[in-house]
């Protein structure tokens, strides 16, 4: 299994994280949902490593 | 696995459809004849690897429990390497002439279109990408082949409903208008379909996955000036929230597909007042006329062997899958032509039976490749969840501009051969830079023949193993056909040379499936030998 970055890679993390969530506001529930669904393709073929995607998959699946 | 219904009968196939039942000098001899193949289902695979079979000097008995071609809706898109499979059996040409070729898809998301692509973007080769045909040409076409085959002894009205098998050969009993007879066999080779009735008399486990969901599957006469592609909708204006196919066949006539649900009652879709005003609605006329109608539930599964013993098994009756992606008969024709030659071999002595347990390996490592594609172009069209939904949902809406998307966006992914997994191949010694490796099927390429005139590579292979060598030709042994480029075709346009990475001297043993064996630099004759050996299963 490929090493998952678990580390900070931002330098501004907490901007990050306001991107995504504000990303969301005023969306409902399916509407928000469909939105991850896009974000989560696009940032995966960024990625674009089968192996890191899969080692991804299987951490957020073990919480 | 499908009920079909009738609605109209369409025979126009110039081809005899209809055969009579003839007593064979088997029936009543008073003792069991002893045949070394017999195969059981004259449907395009069966009837592929008896005329392959015969061409190679085997006599086979075929036997077949109807005794007219099966017509209704079965596969139209038939792939480019079993028209090179068919163009080497000799019936290439009219099952050119009278398909239709395409290369091109579009796919179309509610009103809009999508994307387009193109299947056989390269020029240079024999063959198309695919041509589409109703299955019942193609048999009409291989029926008429096989009767004029040599050696090949084909029998309607010959239902098998018994085998015995043993460790030497198996003992079939057939059911016929005159009763029941039995004649015994070096080898069985079931060719009888999904629901194979061999392997059910054998009691072998037919495993796999069941789709929930409902196709419509219509065939319909109109006169349309439609370009000869698919089309494929997700989510279409005229057929809400579900799938929908139209895919032109030859003579007016048009293959359409629509996704029904796995609530949809297939009795009550089946009648033409739901289905008239159904099509009509896609259309957007009513000017055409329904020729066949069938409701299928689709399934992928495999027998997990396909050889038992003296027993092997090829196409539907060893593997099925979903249709989207064309990969049922041409996977099955493929099995055909993977296992002529090595049965061939093993019959006549020159290859020990081992041999055999290769077409296990191939046929079923491509049995896993077409059930994989299969599959996940089913869950495509068919998503079996929310969150299944949702993804494609987000699929269809990024394909629009981001080129990624369009990748991952799956209408079906069209049948393309195996590159073979093998004992049979030799590992490369050299360093080569393209994607054909020892394994995979020959790429084509135009040449030109001694004589001057034009042609194709692939279609100036013999049917057996062959050295092709680029520059001075090495010490091979003297039954191995050698086909020098430069001299016994030329490489007209460099192409040849281009896709198989060759340079003076460089040499390419191919199967006589013409996969590749192995490849060299600058050979040298102990080498050569070894793969020989190798790919008669001695190695
Ligand atoms: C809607 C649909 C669309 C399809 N589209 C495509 C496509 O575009 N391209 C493609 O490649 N594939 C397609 N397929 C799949 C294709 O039709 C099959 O893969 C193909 O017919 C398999 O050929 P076969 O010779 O193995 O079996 P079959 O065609 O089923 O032939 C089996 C034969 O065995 C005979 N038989 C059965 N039992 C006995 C017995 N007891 N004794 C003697 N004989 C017996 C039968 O009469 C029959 O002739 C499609 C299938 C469907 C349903």
Redesign the pocket.
């Known amino acids: 299994m490929s090493a998952l970055p678990t580390e900070n890679r931002f330098a501004d993390p907490d901007a990050a994280y306001a991107a995504i969530v504000d990303a969301h506001e005023g969306l409902s529930e399916a509407e928000s949902a469909a939105f991850d669904a896009r974000l989560v393709l696009i940032l995966a073929n960024v990625i674009g490593d089968l192996a890191i995607l899969r080692a991804a998959i299987e951490a957020a699946r073990k919480r | ?2 009920q079909a219904n009738q609605t109209a009968s369409m025979n126009t196939a110039p081809f005899p459809t209809r055969f009579a039942y003839a007593r064979s000098e088997d029936q009543g001899a008073g003792r069991e004849a002893h045949h070394p193949v017999v195969v ?8 592929a690897l008896a005329i392959d079979l015969g061409q190679r000097g085997i006599p086979v008995v075929v ?4 005794d007219r071609i ?1 017509d209704g ?7 480019k390497k ?1 028209l090179e499979i068919f163009d080497r059996l000799g019936v290439g040409k009219p099952m050119l002439e009278r398909g239709i070729t395409w290369n091109v898809g579009r796919v179309f998301h509610r009103d809009a279109e999508l994307y387009a692509f193109d299947l056989l973007p390269e020029t240079g080769h024999g063959m198309p990408a695919f041509i589409n045909l109703p ?1 019942f040409t193609v048999e009409a076409i291989l029926v008429a082949k096989a009767k004029a085959t040599p050696g090949v002894d084909l029998r309607w009205k ?4 018994g085998i015995d098998a043993t460790s030497s050969g198996a003992s079939v009993d057939i059911e016929t208008p005159d009763g029941l007879y039995r004649i015994n066999a070096d080898y069985v080779v079931a ?8 392997r059910a008399l054998m009691g072998l486990d037919f495993a796999g996955r069941v789709f929930e969901d409902r196709f419509l ?1 219509a065939d319909v006469r109109m006169i349309a000036n439609t370009p000869t592609e698919r089309w494929f909708w997700f989510d279409p204006p005229f057929h809400g929230g579900k799938s929908a196919l139209l895919h032109r066949q030859p003579d007016d006539i048009w293959r359409i597909d629509l996704q029904l649900g796995w609530d949809a009652d297939p009795e009550h879709e089946k009648r033409p007042e739901i289905v008239g005003p159904r099509i009509a609605r896609m259309l957007g006329h009513d000017r055409f006329a329904l020729e066949w109608v ?1 409701i ?1 539930t689709f399934q992928c599964r495999r027998l997990e062997q396909f050889c038992h013993g003296r027993v092997l098994f ?4 060893a593997h ?2 979903s ?1 989207f992606g ?7 024709i493929q099995d055909a032509e993977n296992l002529a030659w090595k049965l061939a071999a093993v019959v006549k002595g020159d290859a020990k039976a081992a041999l055999l347990s290769s077409y296990d390996v191939e046929r079923g490592q491509a049995a896993d490749e077409n059930i994989l594609n299969s599959s996940r172009a089913t869950d495509f069209i068919a998503p079996r969840h929310a969150g299944a939904k949702r993804y494609r949902e987000a699929v269809l809406n990024l394909a629009v501009d981001m080129p990624f998307a369009r990748r991952m966006l799956n209408s079906g992914r069209l ?1 393309t051969p195996t590159s073979y997994d093998t004992g049979l191949s030799t590992p490369d010694i050299d360093s080569w830079t393209t994607a054909t490796r020892p394994g995979s099927p020959m790429p084509d390429a135009p040449v030109v023949r001694a004589g001057g005139e034009s042609d194709f590579f692939l279609a100036m292979l013999p049917a057996t193993a062959c050295l092709v060598v680029f520059g001075p030709a090495p010490e091979t042994p003297d039954d191995l056909a050698v086909l020098r480029v430069g001299t016994d075709i030329v490489d007209c346009e460099g192409l040849l040379a281009k896709r198989l990475d060759a340079t003076p001297g460089s040499a390419f043993l191919l199967r006589p499936d013409h996969h590749l064996a192995a490849r060299w630099r600058h050979p040298i004759h102990d080498q050569i030998l070894a793969a020989l050996d190798r790919l008669r299963g001695k190695a």
């Open positions: 696995m499908a059981i289902g004259a449907g395009p695979v069966g009837l036997l077949d429990d109807a099966g809706s079965r596969a139209i898109c038939f792939a079993t299955q010959n239902r098998v409903v060719c009888d379909g999904a629901r194979s009735p061999t599957i069938s299928y090829a196409g539907d009756a099925q899958v249709p064309a990969r049922g008969a041409n996977s099955g049948s």
